[in-house]
């Protein structure tokens, strides 16, 4: 008797695994299909705006390469994965997947063949994404130009280039399924929610991830990492001065920069270059979503903003007395105090109009973040002009100064400037971002050709 039940309960095990396996690992292929590239203009635009929210360029693009013939190397802690083709090319690129097998790579992270994606492609959001969308995706896909060219073979550590372990990770972290309105909240929230969680992919930078790669949904942009940089918290726990509220975030988002917020930088210059095609309509509804998300700051917070915001609209910039003048006498003592005067203040304190001045450091949520690693970065490597655009520009200091005098530097200013804790270790962060050991994507700050052209006027 219980070796029959034994049996009995083995036989379903094995059939259970079997059929998750069949369901789950194994994705079935779909058929070779060109489309007939007979698509609606109207579909194609939509398909443009949608594509630049999804920021699929900047992943699918190696710099000065054919868009959308992949190649880019994205580091992961597992190993590098390299972004595809996605042009319509029959061969090296998709222009063989029919419009099913597009729709299901975006829900489901399966390529054409049935294999498991890597979820360096966002696809734990672009799984929200309607099926209407994705068909004006599919479209303005199909209608660029085919590129021949081979994606790059991945470089990650046994056993993780297996791609069928992807199926165990997809079970554990993706919820698949088109985004579900919230019945009680606005239209206009709905629509932020859509896309931001979805095509705008704002979790994928501003979420930390847990030891498999997956965002911590607990920590919901509570702050990540991308590209060397830390992409900030966007939530209750905003290190922002000057808390951002729904106005500030549109103006931001739709120009690149903000008076109280300075410039969009690295992989975020990006992402509000790109929103540059979203409607107003849709730049305000993610605005509205993600003011939400950040609530209403505290009475301390707001009295503390309230405070410096009458501070700097009365005070004359005037760099040379400000330090005897406002600073603490051990604050204006400290080594970095003469690095900043001579090398910093000249532009940061010029009282020069925003984007084209260097904001001023109370304002920067750099020097009041937790991490300096973007102040490393700005300061090592500077903003580089836009080509061929008037642009916010600041050199790079690498030449210049030594690992131990932007330590200095940076002690300084984060005494000086911010609340916070002193941060611990920046020689060792400057030495090994200068090296390359950390790696950092360098690029133009946004907010530059579509800042109002009196604001650089004024010198
Ligand atoms: C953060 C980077 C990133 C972004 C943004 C991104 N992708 Fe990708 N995508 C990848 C990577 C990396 C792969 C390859 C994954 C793999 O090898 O498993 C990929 C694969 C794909 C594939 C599968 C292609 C194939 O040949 O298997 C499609 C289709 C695709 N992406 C479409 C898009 C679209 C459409 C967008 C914009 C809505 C987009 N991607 C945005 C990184 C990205
Ligand atoms: C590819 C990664 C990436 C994506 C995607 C991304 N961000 Fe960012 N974001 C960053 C980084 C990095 C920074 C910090 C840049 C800097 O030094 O100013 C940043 C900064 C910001 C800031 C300024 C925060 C502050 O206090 O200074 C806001 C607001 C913001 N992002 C909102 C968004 C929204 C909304 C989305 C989605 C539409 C989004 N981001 C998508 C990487 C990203
Ligand atoms: C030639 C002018 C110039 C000089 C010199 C300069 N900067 Fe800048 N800096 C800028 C401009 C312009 C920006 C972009 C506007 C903005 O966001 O502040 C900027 C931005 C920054 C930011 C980002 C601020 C934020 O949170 O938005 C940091 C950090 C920074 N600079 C650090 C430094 C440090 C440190 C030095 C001295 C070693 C320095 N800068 C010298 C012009 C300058």
Redesign the pocket.
Known sequence: MRGTRLLIALIVLVAVAAAGYFTLVRRPELPAERSAGNFDPALVAQGRALAAVGNCIACHTVPGGKAFAGGLALPTPFGTIYSTNITPDTETGIGTWSEAAFQRSMREGVDRAGRHLYPAFPYDHFTLVTEADNRALYAYLMTREPVRQEAKANELAFPLNFRSLLAGWKLAFLDSGEFRPDPAKSAEWNRGAYLTEGLGHCGACHTPRNRLGAEDSAQHFAGGEAEGWQAYAINEASHAPIPWDREALAFYLRNG?HRL???S?GPMAEVTGNLAGLSDADIAAIATYVADRMGTPSAERKQAADRLQQQIAGSTPAPTQADSQTVPPAVAGMPGAK??AA??????E?G?A????????R?????HAPNPQ??VN??LF??PPADGEAS????G?AAS?SDEQ?AD??AY?RARFASGEPWRDVTDMVRKTRSGEHKVAVRP?D?IERAPANVGAEE
Do not use: E
């Open positions: 920069w917020h300075g410039v930088r690095l900043y090398a910093c203040a000249t532009c940061h010029s020069r925003q984007p084209y001045g260097g904001l001023d450091f304002l920067s949520t750099a020097v973007n102040i700005v300061t500077g903003l916010a520009v600041m050199p200091f100064l932007i530097l940076l200013m700050a907010g």
